[in-house]
Nanobody, 124 residues
Framework: QVQLVESGGGLVQAGDSLRLSCAASGRTSSSYAMAWFRQASGKEREFVSSISGSGAYRYFAESVKGRFSISRDNGENTVYLQMNSLKAEDTAVYYC?????????????????WGQGTQVTVSS
């Protein structure tokens, strides 16, 4: 129904910035709430950030507050995650997710649509 494709990952040094993109296609809607999760090697998937369908409401995990920002371009069905002041502990595969309601959630089980993930590696 909905396909999500992440891009923008790569290898950077601690303190650098990186912007991830999530392009949605298929039967999608600009009213969908969107979120970013990440999963480090050997660890469980964790919530990073989310944005409401309107873009008016944004939420962040405590570990990334003040460093990351989330935005969306509903005209292009794209969500962005701007990551600044990256740390080695930010190293993970980052996943984009969507749900067919406008209200966000922090639980990964609330999101039925997922991208394939993009690797972010931060060296120190």
């Amino acid at each position: 129904q909905v396909q999500l494709v992440e891009s923008g990952g790569g290898l950077v040094q601690a303190g650098d910035s990186l912007r991830l993109s999530c392009a949605a296609s298929g039967r999608t809607s600009s009213s969908y709430a969107m979120a970013w999760f990440r999963q480090a090697s050997g660890k469980e998937r964790e919530f990073v950030s989310s944005i409401s369908g309107s873009g008016a409401y944004r939420y962040f995990a405590e570990s990334v507050k003040g460093r990351f920002s989330i935005s969306r371009d509903n005209g292009e069905n794209t969500v962005y995650l701007q990551m600044n002041s990256l740390k080695a502990e930010d190293t993970a595969v980052y996943y984009c997710a969507a749900r067919s309601v406008s209200v966000t959630a922090k639980d990964s089980s609330a999101y039925p649509f997922w991208g394939q993930g993009t690797q972010v590696t931060v060296s120190s």
